[in-house]
């Protein structure tokens, strides 16, 4: 589907004095989008994430099915965010100043031991796209992180079956 609030955005735009760049009409009202954007993100992961999982632990035997548990933000953690888990591996997903945060661990008895780290970082255009860059590389969506996300998780659980 076309992003009509970018492409309002655009058309409103218009070249200012002495720019070769269009600027948009009411930066005021791009900021707000992209605001209201980047904090929506967990949310809108979490769902695309809840459907991916129910459809991988269709294809899966019980043993590698992957739960999904949202974080609750409280006085200690004002982030919000979910975890994806299967066996002794999961994915801590948080949103946190100003950027996405993935932590994938796992338990070695009553330790938690991280393994990978990822941050994603949001990449916007004047007009109000919204990207997330990965660890300074490459440019994802909310669809591609969902994927990332859940290839990380299973590529340890699969390494490391017992």
Known sequence: MADQEWIK???GADVVAGSEALEPQDEGA???LLT???ESTVDRIFSEMTEACQVFNFYVGKDEEINLYRLAANAETPA???TIMQGKYHIRFI???GHLTSKLAHFSGYDEKNVNVRQFKPFV???GSLLWKMNDIQLMDQTMIVK???EDLVTA???HRT
């Open 95 to 97: 949103y946190q100043n």
């Open 125 to 127: 255009d004047r007009f």
């Open 9 to 11: 955005n655009l058309a």
């Open 80 to 82: 919000n965010g979910f």
């Open 157 to 159: 659980f699969r390494q």
């Open 148 to 150: 990332q996300l859940l």
């Open 36 to 38: 209201e954007r980047i």
């Open 30 to 32: 791009v900021r707000q």
